[in-house]
Antibody
Framework: QVQLVESGGGLVKPGGSLRLSCAAS????????MSWIRQAPGKGLEWVSY????????YYADSVKGRFTISRDNAKNSLYLQMNSLRAEDTAVYYC??????????????WGQGTLVTVSS | DIQMTQSPSSLSASVGDRVTITCRAS??????LNWYQQKPGKAPKLLIY???SLQSGVPSRFSGSGSGTDFTLTISSLQPEDFATYYC??????????FGQGTRLEIK
């Protein structure tokens, strides 16, 4: 069965860095676009970034552009998010999610359990 | 960015009730609209994709409708396990995916 398992979250000071990982299993990872989506405590969902199946196409939300870098290693079935220059407003649970394309757009059918990133001094 | 506005923001209902949640897009998004359910401490779960297609394994009491700018999620007969927060999400703008602010469904 499809599994997505995030890791790498934790407490970091403002201006610091953190690297999140997402280990995928149960499907052909290299066939799918992947995304990072976050949720601040008590708040709604915010799309952060996505990467195409080959890694050649990448987009970021304006709120993280220039600070975060998404990448993937298809040989290791893994997705990454390098987060630099972290701010308090980056505090959130970060989910990796598998993006599926259909007749009318795309959707996230599988999500990981999330990893909490807390940015605080 | 395409703004997604859900109403109501919160809703109280009883087991067995029929419930409707609305999602409005700031511009036409055709049928590029998905619905998710999220329970506390858990990841979101896909319920409906392409406005009206039921995700595999989701009970048939859930249904979605709409196109253009106005969409609805309907639960025909609320069950105890349905009390959760619901989010709509547009995928029309592939470069800027956006979610609604959420609708919290509580037990009356």
């Amino acid at each position: 069965q499809v599994q997505l398992v995030e890791s790498g979250g934790g407490l970091v000071k403002p201006g610091g860095s953190l690297r999140l990982s997402c280990a995928a299993s149960g499907f052909t990872f290299s066939d799918y676009y992947m995304s990072w989506i976050r949720q601040a405590p008590g708040k709604g969902l915010e799309w952060v970034s996505y990467i195409s199946s080959s890694g050649s196409t990448i987009y970021y939300a304006d709120s993280v552009k220039g600070r975060f870098t998404i990448s993937r290693d298809n040989a290791k079935n893994s997705l990454y998010l390098q987060m630099n220059s972290l701010r308090a407003e980056d505090t959130a649970v970060y989910y990796c999610a598998r993006r599926t394309f259909g007749r009318s757009g795309s959707y996230y059918g599988y999500w990981g359990q999330g990893t909490l990133v807390t940015v605080s001094s | 960015d395409i703004q997604m506005t859900q109403s109501p923001s919160s809703l109280s209902a009883s087991v067995g009730d029929r419930v409707t949640i609305t999602c409005r897009a700031s511009q036409s998004i055709s049928s590029y609209l998905n619905w998710y359910q999220q329970k506390p401490g858990k990841a979101p779960k896909l319920l409906i994709y392409a406005a009206s297609s039921l995700q595999s394994g989701v009970p048939s009491r859930f249904s979605g409708s709409g196109s253009g700018t106005d969409f609805t999620l309907t639960i025909s007969s609320l069950q105890p396990e349905d009390f959760a927060t619901y989010y709509c999400q547009q995928s029309y703008s592939t470069l800027r995916i956006t979610f609604g602010q959420g609708t919290r469904l509580e037990i009356k």
